[in-house]
């Protein structure tokens, strides 16, 4: 079995690869199980010494990696990840727009920051990831986004409305950039159910944090079966585009 997923990743070998969000959960499972078939991982994110971490970890294995400090707040940081990306390794291949925030509350809390952040990272930090790359990409003649949605962005419930709006959004982005892609850009969006990281620290209603920490206890996916599904785009001969693949637990509704 070992052998047969070898074979089938090889198309991730060499391939230079951004990651916004990579210094824990999906990200790092993504840098990680990339960097282990043969890519090299441009990684950013908020944290530089979890960067730096993960760098080390990568780099021990033989992986090649490059790391810089990005807030997807931030348009000029995100375009300087996608400069050290060319400026490094020559090219660019993938962007894996994965950063995102997930406070979610009611909205009686009227908990307006909140909003504010998921937009500014949900929805703002994926349009300046498609404006950093997409010249790059068109220059190319060739290129891969990786829009990291949610089960949100299908169906919303009590709690959630604002981070689904931004998840919704997400998905029309990545699906109006496709139509526009022609046939040189790949575009993929990747919606993952209730995943094992550890998006309830940024939780500010403790009673909606709490319940969102025992589903996930009890049934979320580890965030290797994300970036599986990552991977599995990614490697794709290039006249196939993996448009949206929705994963989640067995057991989630």
């Known amino acids: 079995m070992r052998l047969i997923q070898n074979a089938t990743l090889s198309g991730i070998k060499d391939k230079v690869v951004v990651i916004t969000g990579a210094s824990s959960g999906i990200g790092e499972a993504t840098t990680l199980l990339l960097a282990e078939h043969g890519a090299k991982v441009v990684l950013g994110a908020r944290r530089p010494e979890r960067l730096e971490a993960l760098a080390a970890r990568v780099a021990e294995v033989g992986g090649e990696v490059v790391y810089a400090s990005t807030d997807v707040r931030r348009r000029e940081d995100v375009t300087k990840l996608i400069h050290l990306a060319c400026e490094r390794f020559g090219t660019i291949d993938v962007l894996v727009n994965n950063a995102g925030l997930m406070p979610i509350s009611p909205?009686?809390?009227?908990?307006?920051?909140?909003?504010?952040?998921?937009?500014?990272?949900?929805?703002?930090?994926?349009?300046?990831?498609?404006?950093?790359?997409?010249?790059?990409?068109?220059?190319?003649?060739?290129?891969?986004?990786?829009?990291?949605?949610?089960?949100a962005g299908h169906k919303t419930v009590p709690n959630q409305s604002v981070y689904s709006a931004t998840k919704f959004a997400v998905r029309a982005i990545s699906e109006g950039l496709r139509q526009e892609a022609g046939d040189r850009v790949r575009v993929t969006i990747i919606s993952p159910g209730l995943v094992r990281t550890n998006f309830a620290e940024g939780v500010t209603n403790l009673e909606v944090r709490a319940r969102l920490e025992e589903s996930r206890d009890q049934f979320a996916l580890p965030p290797e079966a994300i970036a599986r599904a990552i991977a599995y785009a990614i490697e794709q001969p290039v006249d196939v585009d993996v448009n949206e693949i929705v994963i989640r637990p067995t057991s989630q509704v």
């Open 107 to 151: 909205l009686d809390d009227l908990r307006v920051e909140d909003w504010e952040d998921m937009i500014d990272v949900n929805i703002k930090g994926v349009l300046y990831g498609i404006a950093a790359a997409l010249p790059v990409f068109r220059k190319l003649g060739s290129g891969h986004f990786v829009n990291i949605a949610s089960t």
